[in-house]
């Protein structure tokens, strides 16, 4: 998105520094910061960073993007976070045709993938519903500068932390336009490895019988193979010196031979995956010019965030909403601090303890959080 989501193979080129005898370009950037949620996390950590290093030749480019943070909340190492790294091959044609081959940043999700080009401290929970990055290729054809259609052919993702993925390909597409001071996009993808768990706190079965995280054994159902899918719609405007942007993603879970039905034992309460559903409504304003004012207010259905990070369950009778904001400062161009305050509240089928229950219950938490980037 141009108002809240880097464009892939582009953003990273801003404030650089140039080689430019060899054509090559090398940026990245440093996210430390500070959180406070009220159900009892409360650390100082390298939120995110990267190097980017890219090389143009013609119309070609191989760029890698090296990103690294915090390896734990408790320890004091800073590790390589690879679910977020890029290193990819692009061409673009004179007749609107360009390809990418490689691993690269996902299309889907107004929410930035690397925190410099975020709005806020705290993440949406829209950001559990879409794939991270693509391990494919992505074949693009612009009909105008107003008008583009991508197609993704790539590996399965695994994106809830699922084992067992089936062979096969997810694929895809996305259809740009901008209209009548609207950039919208809209895009589907099938998605073989978008195994979601069915429930809070345990790892997804995959056949046969297996333990949650509490140690309760569940049965599971013969179930055919079927991928999963995402359905994703943004647009953003910008109206009165305010941006505006609406981002709704439908996730449904695939589904191996196995099954992810599940049932507990002994109980006969079945607990069937049906869809994650997330809307994230972004508004962010000036202040002065040294001072932006943020916004945004998240709602989903089949996904939780009082533990902190977005969790996914697939059931529609767990909800969450919330809402954030939160300033930017912008100490110089290439340096800014950021600060947030959030408030989420879900009402859930509790399944956290050890015996799986269908009562409801609801949670809240708070979460304040600090930030300092600095790009170069």
Known sequence: MKSFKKTLGLGMLCSVSAFAATGTKVSGFADAGFSYMSNGGKFFAVRDGAVYVSHSVGAGEVMVDIPFGTATNTGSGIALTGDKAQAFAAWKYDNGFSW????????????????VDAKLVTGSTTTALVPT???????????????????????PQNIAAMTA?????????????KFAGFDTYVGYMSLLGHRGQPGVGRTGPASGSQADGAGTLFNVESKGAKPGSVINVMTDTEFAGMSFGLDISISKPA??????????????????????????????????????LNARVDYGTGVVKTFGSPVLTYDKNDKTIGVVVGPTFKMT????????VAFYKDTYTDRTGTAIASVKGTKSIWIAGLSAVHKF
């Not at 889907?108 to 690397?114: L, S, T, V, Y």
């Not at 993925?165 to 336009?177: I, K, R």
């Not at 099954?259 to 109980?267: E, L, R």
């Open 100 to 115: 990418k081959l490689g691993q690269f940043d996902g299309l889907f999700g107004q929410e930035a993938i690397d925190t």
């Open 133 to 155: 990055v693509h391990r494919g290729t992505i074949i693009s054809y612009g009909f105008s500068d107003e008008m583009k259609l991508h197609f993704i052919l790539a590996n």
């Open 165 to 177: 993925v089936p062979a096969g390909f997810d694929y895809g597409a996305q259809f740009q336009a």
């Open 255 to 292: 589904r191996t031979t196995g099954g992810d039905y599940v049932q507990q034992t002994g109980s006969g309460v079945a607990i069937k995956p049906d869809q994650a559903t997330g809307v994230s409504l972004n508004i962010g304003m000036p202040w002065d010019s040294t001072v932006d």
């Open 333 to 340: 161009d290439d340096f800014f601090v950021r600060a947030d």
